[in-house]
């Protein structure tokens, strides 16, 4: 799909002229959606994560912080994935589409302060009907996302069935690599994982996959991991449940 014209009821954020492309990743086809010029007005996105408010979350493994985006966005990605996008996941019956989550997130974790699940790609949920969207507000220097396989049981995407053989195969695996007398964010394949696919970052990009697929940031730490949203990985990370 590209340069398709894309409209709501009511007043919206999404740029009309966004172009979009689908793929599919991998032995498992895992879908994925990039689309480049997703809204209207970036920059007033990037203003609205300026002046504070960012805070570190305890109850994730995000390596940086996060605060809430604004609600009109987070209301309005649902009306865009049920309106505009649930074909391309193969969801053409879902009758409703909700926003779990959306939030500016940046990422400014230093390498000595990474923790070890930090180094590996990881997975969000193992809900077969939730979507990770990922809108970039950055420049590609900044790094995109890369999706991968866990070499030694082949896994592309963790489903409930799958997580007792991933769950104490990768633990085993970790302790064994030691990662932490080298942290060092992942950014391409290593011993424990494949990397099969890599979005590059660009301004007002959105990408959407399946929240079970294994993935990663490119986060680059010769930038510096500004701190500023005008000057670091500014991203907006949110979940949408379709059903």
């Given at each position: 799909?590209?340069?398709?014209?894309?409209?709501?009821?009511?007043?919206?954020?999404?740029?009309?002229?966004?172009?979009?492309?689908?793929?599919?990743?991998?032995?498992?086809?895992?879908?994925?959606?990039?689309?480049?010029?997703?809204?209207?007005?970036?920059?007033?996105?990037?203003?609205?994560?300026?002046?504070?408010?960012?805070?570190?979350?305890?109850?994730?493994?995000?390596?940086?912080?996060?605060?809430?985006?604004?609600?009109?966005?987070?209301?309005?990605?649902?009306?865009?994935?049920?309106?505009?996008?649930?074909?391309?996941?193969?969801?053409?019956?879902?009758?409703?589409?909700?926003?779990?989550?959306?939030?500016?997130?940046?990422?400014?974790?230093?390498?000595?302060?990474?923790?070890?699940?930090?180094?590996?790609?990881?997975?969000?949920?193992?809900?077969?009907?939730?979507?990770?969207l990922v809108h970039y507000l950055c420049?590609?220097?900044?790094?995109?996302?890369?999706?991968?396989?866990?070499?030694?049981?082949g896994f592309e995407t963790i489903s409930?069935?799958?997580?007792?053989?991933?769950?104490?195969?990768?633990?085993?695996?970790?302790?064994?690599?030691?990662?932490?007398?080298?942290?060092?964010?992942?950014?391409?394949?290593?011993?424990?994982?494949?990397?099969?696919?890599?979005?590059?970052?660009?301004?007002?990009?959105?990408?959407?996959?399946?929240?079970?697929?294994?993935?990663?940031?490119?986060?680059?730490?010769?930038?510096?991991?500004?701190?500023?949203?005008?000057?670091?990985?500014?991203?907006?990370?949110?979940?949408?449940?379709?059903?």
């Amino acid at each position: 799909m590209s340069d398709v014209s894309l409209k709501v009821s009511g007043s919206f954020l999404l740029n009309e002229s966004a172009c979009i492309t689908r793929l599919t990743l991998g032995q498992e086809k895992i879908p994925l959606l990039i689309i480049d010029n997703f809204v209207r007005d970036p920059d007033e996105l990037i203003a609205a994560a300026e002046g504070g408010g960012f805070a570190a979350d305890g109850q994730n493994f995000y390596p940086g912080k996060r605060k809430p985006a604004p609600g009109h966005y987070s209301r309005q990605l649902s009306e865009i994935f049920l309106f505009h996008f649930k074909a391309a996941f193969g969801l053409e019956n879902a009758v409703h589409a909700r926003t779990l989550a959306s939030t500016f997130a940046i990422s400014d974790t230093s390498l000595q302060q990474l923790r070890p699940i930090q180094m590996l790609p990881h997975f969000d949920t193992c809900d077969s009907h939730q979507f990770a969207l990922v809108h970039y507000l950055c420049g590609e220097e900044h790094g995109g996302t890369s999706f991968y396989r866990h070499r030694s049981t082949g896994f592309e995407t963790i489903s409930e069935s799958r997580l007792a053989v991933y769950g104490p195969k990768l633990k085993q695996q970790a302790i064994a690599s030691q990662l932490h007398k080298n942290p060092a964010y992942i950014n391409g394949s290593n011993d424990l994982f494949e990397q099969i696919f890599s979005v590059d970052a660009a301004m007002n990009r959105m990408i959407i996959y399946p929240s079970k697929a294994l993935h990663s940031g490119n986060i680059n730490p010769d930038l510096g991991l500004s701190s500023e949203p005008k000057q670091g990985r500014l991203t907006i990370s949110s979940f949408i449940v379709v059903g």
